[in-house]
């Protein structure tokens, strides 16, 4: 069973960075579709950034120019660096990895960006 673990979310103010890590219990991240999703309170499920397997990117209007995703095949970590965080990315973080029918989910981590 595959298992993904979100780290590194929390409170920045606005014009803020963090950077999101999601490890993965196998060496799966070159071989998976691996995405990271938020959901904000009452709101959908969205997939803000991805990496596929070769390693084209692809990402979210909104995010376009403030947020990168990344891959570190040799520790099975994949990362979301977010800078010039706004309010309307408050939302909590999930973690995906995609292959036809197999997916996984990460447990989620919260990011508030308030003054």
């Known amino acids: 069973q595959v298992q993904l673990v979100e780290s590194g979310g929390g409170l920045v103010q606005p014009g803020g960075s963090l950077r999101l890590s999601c490890a993965t219990s196998?060496?799966?991240?070159?071989?998976?579709?691996m995405g990271w999703y938020r959901q904000a309170p009452g709101k959908e499920r969205e997939l803000v950034a991805g990496?596929?397997?070769?390693?084209?990117?692809t990402y979210a209007e909104p995010v376009k120019g403030r947020f990168t995703i990344s891959r570190d095949n040799a520790k099975n970590t994949v990362y979301l660096q977010m800078n010039s965080l706004k309010s309307q990315d408050t939302a909590v973080y999930y973690c995906?990895?995609?292959?036809?029918?197999?997916?996984?989910w990460g447990q989620g981590t919260q990011v508030t960006v308030s003054s």
């Open positions: 995906n990895a995609l292959r036809t029918t197999d997916t996984y």
């Open positions: 196998g060496s799966i991240i070159s071989f998976y579709f």
């Open positions: 990496i596929a397997s070769g390693g084209s990117t």
